[in-house]
């Protein structure tokens, strides 16, 4: 947890990395796509998720189009997919957005894998993950022919293949390894260290059992190799390294006479989230660090080059959406002699955004509504819930003549905001409102006490 305040008074043009890139301050309102955050404050609700519908829509090309070129046949290589991570935000324009840019969609459970598929998803582009797939997981993935399933064990080889043949047909199958590369952020979310539970160890020998088995089992065709290190990494040597790692595995597999046409380097790119974090790497950047690295891992390896897939989930989410929040309670707190700090509490709080306490994650607050001249204060802005946990954004310069009513907007929320929101002390889960066109609506509906109620059976 950073304890360094920013001084970002919130003007998209200085940092619009952190922002949808329409996002602009007219007379001192900020407008996303045309539309000033009051506005939806006012005629729809707060806490809200605003998302710009054409800034993921843009992401979604720009990955695309950086890998296809990237990745070149032209170049030496065998073409690129981008898959988007469903489980950074997902509903059924999502889907259909990132579907009409080419890209293919990763889901994670059967509630993702049911949407992507009912918003008219082909099954050609679909991939499921999970360290615990369930049986009726499987199915619907068997059944819907998608492209590919992740196995993460031994014992999930046996599983598909029982569900495979109890349907009679054929499951197309992705190893997850484990190739002992550390990277990303908090530890909660690096993946490929040994002891964590995704994946099979390259270094253990399981991987390889795990391939010999699938190429033993009737019903499985081993598509390729997945792997997936962490999220959050700016590091891009991370991926340098990785890449090595599944090469040579992949090396090995086809020296036994198997066939692996694609490797998929997993997502993990990262946005930032206040004006004192990095600018991350472009998709640009990371698409041609990735291009680099495989071709000296083929190289190193003697082998041709797989076509290669990647899977980034907050890169394309995380700026598309602003959380408005309305100010309530502003109290002064004296923690030392001679020592206090300013409390803005808002609306929302872990509830709608459960990264800064989970992750200890440092986001940036701006007044969203009107133009001040007030002095920078140094504020903490803090939720409604009854946890002192509750943190919105731990250190912040807010003017000193915020006022209760006013609109905070909390950029970068659209990875891991809305789909690890919670009920906790039964407030509703905020809806999205997305923007196109100049104009709002509701694309996730917001939750109301009474759908709360309906859950409780003795009530
Ligand atoms: N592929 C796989 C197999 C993954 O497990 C993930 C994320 C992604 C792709 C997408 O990663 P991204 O590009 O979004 O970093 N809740 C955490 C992040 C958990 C990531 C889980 N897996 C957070 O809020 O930071």
């Not at 190193?300 to 980034?312: F, G, L, N």
């Not at 408005?324 to 808002?346: C, E, L, M, N």
Request: aromatic share 6%.
């Amino acid at each position: 947890m950073a304890q360094v305040a920013n001084h970002y008074a919130g003007d998209p043009s200085q940092r619009p990395d952190l922002w949808p890139w329409s996002a602009q301050r007219k007379q001192g309102v900020l407008q996303i796509g045309g539309v000033p955050l009051p506005q939806i404050g006012r005629e729809y609700a707060s806490p809200a998720y605003v998302w710009d519908i054409d800034d993921f829509a843009g992401r979604c090309q720009v990955w695309a189009s950086a890998m296809a070129e990237s990745f070149w046949e032209g170049y030496g290589f065998a073409g690129a997919t981008v898959n988007y991570a469903g489980k950074a935000f997902l509903c059924a324009e999502a889907v259909r957005v990132a579907t009409n840019a080419g890209l293919g969609i990763d889901t994670a459970s059967l509630g993702e894998l049911t949407l992507a598929l009912k918003a008219g998803a082909p099954a050609s582009g679909l991939g499921l993950h999970g360290n615990n797939k369930s049986e009726a997981e499987i199915e619907l993935a068997v059944r819907s022919g998608i492209d590919r399933i992740i196995v993460d064990s031994p014992f999930e080889v046996a599983k598909v293949e029982g569900v495979a043949a109890r349907l009679h047909k054929r499951a197309r199958v992705m190893i997850r390894l484990v190739t002992g590369v550390h990277a990303g952020g908090h530890e909660y979310i690096s993946t490929a260290h040994e002891d964590q539970k995704f994946g099979v160890s390259i270094a253990t020998g399981q991987a390889e059992a795990v391939a010999d088995a699938i190429a033993h089992a009737k019903h499985l065709e081993l598509v390729g190799l997945h792997s997936h290190i962490g999220s959050q990494i700016l590091d891009l040597n991370a991926f340098v390294e990785s890449a090595g790692k599944v090469m040579a595995f992949r090396a090995k597999l086809l020296a036994k006479g198997m066939k692996v046409p694609e490797v998929d380097l997993g997502g993990g790119y990262a946005i930032s989230y206040n004006a004192a974090d990095p600018i991350p790497p472009t998709a640009q950047e990371v698409s041609c660090a990735l291009a680099e690295a495989v071709k000296l891992a083929c190289a190193q390896a003697s082998t041709d080059i797989p076509r290669i897939s990647i899977e980034p989930g907050r890169a394309i989410a995380g700026p598309s959406q602003v959380m408005i929040y309305r100010v309530g309670t502003i109290k002064d707190v004296t923690y030392a002699p001679g020592k206090s700090r300013r409390y803005v509490s808002v609306d929302g709080g872990m509830s709608d955004n459960i990264r800064p306490a989970l992750y200890g994650a440092d986001y940036t607050a701006v007044l969203a509504n009107r133009p001040s001249e007030g002095e920078s204060t140094l504020c903490r802005v803090v939720g409604k819930h009854c946890e002192s946990g509750d943190v919105v954004v731990h250190n912040v310069y807010l003017p000193a003549d915020l006022t209760e009513g006013d609109i905070l907007a909390v950029p970068a929320v659209g990875a891991y905001g809305r789909v690890m929101a919670s009920n906790y002390n039964m407030v509703p889960r905020p809806g999205v409102v997305g923007i196109k066109d100049g104009k709002w609506r509701e694309v996730i509906r917001r939750e109301t006490v009474a759908d709360l109620l309906l859950l409780d059976k003795s009530l």
